[in-house]
């Protein structure tokens, strides 16, 4: 299951007009994305939860290489409601896993659910090692994996260390015996808290460091998973341009230039700048370490930089 029903608010202003996993990452909506890596580890069909336009999440997973099943939440029932709403697709005698659906991410999705069959686990999180934990909090483990802490919220001794939670966990059927009887709930406060007080194991299993795990909740988080796939699927130096684009300007790598994107004369793009399908940089201007996303235009004379250009105004990174 996708977890996409948000109502992007973190995303604001990017998310006026479209749900915040249908945002692009080098012209591939997030959502795509992560069905594409689900399709890649075996995974056969998808569930997806919507709220805040979901046409914009069916328009980005016209393309799904899964099957794709809708649940529409006519209001909010957050991350633990959102699952329950979706049991009887989800089914009653197998586990099954729940992604986030607002990050880009490699990660071995076999070896994850084989470690969670075999602990027997209520629950397994993906962790990550990684120095952002600080921003985001971090979940302690003990020596046998299991949960021991949750950021400030819980403490039950025994931490071994810690990691950053990914957004990827599975569940095994019995969750649903835990959950609350309401539409909208939690899935860490309202089932996993509760579930470790009674002492319910819930396993850990780590991310390999060299995967990538791009967070895309923010205007600054789509911006940096867009520098950083430019960096990670294009090269260094490279400039990708589609065919149907027309550069009259400077391009300097690494640059990614859209299907139907244009660079006037006298403009300048780069280094690391994603122009993407339809935007405009008109003369003079200049994208650097920037963003610009699909029909955007950049003002002759206009300079952005750290930036997220979108239909209808900016976003600058103060």
């Known amino acids: 299951m996708i ?3 948000g109502l992007g608010t973190r995303m604001a202003p990017l998310a006026r007009a479209c749900a915040k996993p249908a945002l692009p990452v080098l012209d591939v909506p997030v959502i795509l994305r992560l069905a594409r890596v689900l399709a890649g580890a075996g995974i056969e ?7 805040a336009h979901p046409e914009s999440l069916r328009a980005a997973l016209a393309e799904s290489p899964l099957p794709i099943d809708w649940v529409s939440e006519p209001s909010p029932r957050g991350s633990g409601g959102g699952i329950l709403g ?5 089914g009653e005698h197998e586990s099954f896993l729940v ?17 969670h069959r075999k602990s027997g686990a209520l629950a397994t999180l993906a962790l990550r090692a990684d120095s952002r934990k600080r921003e985001f909090g971090s979940i302690g483990y003990d020596r046998q994996g299991h949960v021991s802490r949750i950021t400030d919220r819980i403490d039950l001794g025994s931490e071994k260390a810690s990691g950053l939670f990914i957004g990827v966990q599975v569940m095994s059927p019995a969750i649903f015996a835990r959950m609350p009887a309401r539409e909208a709930f939690e899935i860490i406060p309202d089932v ?17 460091e060299s995967d990538a795990w791009w967070p895309v909740g923010t205007p600054r988080e789509l911006l940096d998973a867009n520098l950083a796939a430019l960096r990670h699927e294009v090269g ?3 400039v990708r341009a589609a065919a149907s684009a027309r550069v009259e300007g400077r391009v300097t790598g690494p640059a990614w230039i859209g299907e139907r994107a244009r660079v006037e004369a006298g403009a300048q793009v780069g280094p690391q700048a994603v122009l993407s399908a339809g935007a405009v940089v008109r003369a003079g201007a200049r994208l650097e370490a920037a963003v610009a996303l699909p029909g955007a235009e950049l003002r002759a004379g206009e300079s952005l930089v750290r930036a997220v250009a979108f239909d209808g105004g900016v976003w600058r990174d103060a």
């Open 3 to 5: 977890l996409a029903a």
């Open 236 to 238: 260094s130096e490279s």
């Open 45 to 51: 069909r998808a569930i997806v939860n919507t709220h």
């Open 192 to 208: 996993y808290l509760p579930a470790l007080r009674d002492g319910a194991a819930i396993g850990t299993w780590l991310q390999a």
């Open 99 to 115: 992604v986030n659906g607002d990050m880009c991410l490699e990660l071995d999705f076999r070896a994850l659910c084989a470690q």
């Open 86 to 90: 979706a049991r009887s697709l989800l």
